[in-house]
């Protein structure tokens, strides 16, 4: 199938499945005029690309972890992805404690607004 076909089939622009290429997740075979063909198993790789982009996982990890997905985007036994998987949680965990900081931080910013803003009279605008 033509890009085009894959891009309608997925959901994904062509725009996307090209940066997949490049970046060497996708590997489409050339027609002698340069068009890039795909075969029926590329639907279900861009479908499972698209799954590990939504759990978080950056494409130089997914290009590790892809030969190890199964169908269903689950990650099967495969030697080195452990490690890299573990990686990424760790980097995950570390970004949400930095964001519950930042709530916390917002939430007595609002709070202190609204005080200092209810005690004013309430003329706040």
Do not use: F, K, W
């Amino acid at each position: 199938m033509l890009i085009g076909e894959l891009a309608e089939r997925t959901g994904t622009s062509e725009r996307l499945l090209r940066y997949y290429e490049r970046v060497g997740l996708l590997t489409p075979q050339r027609r002698p005029n340069g068009y890039r063909t795909y075969d029926v198993a590329a639907e279900e790789t861009v479908v499972r690309i698209r799954a590990l982009l939504a759990a978080g996982l950056p494409t130089r990890v997914i290009r590790q972890v892809l030969p190890c997905t199964s169908a269903n985007a689950d990650v099967l036994p495969c030697p080195g992805v452990l490690g890299a998987l573990q990686e990424q949680l760790h980097a995950l965990d570390q970004r949400s404690a930095q964001l519950t900081t930042a709530r916390q931080t917002l939430l007595r910013t609002i709070a202190a607004t609204e005080q200092a803003s209810s005690g004013a009279g309430g003329s706040g605008g």
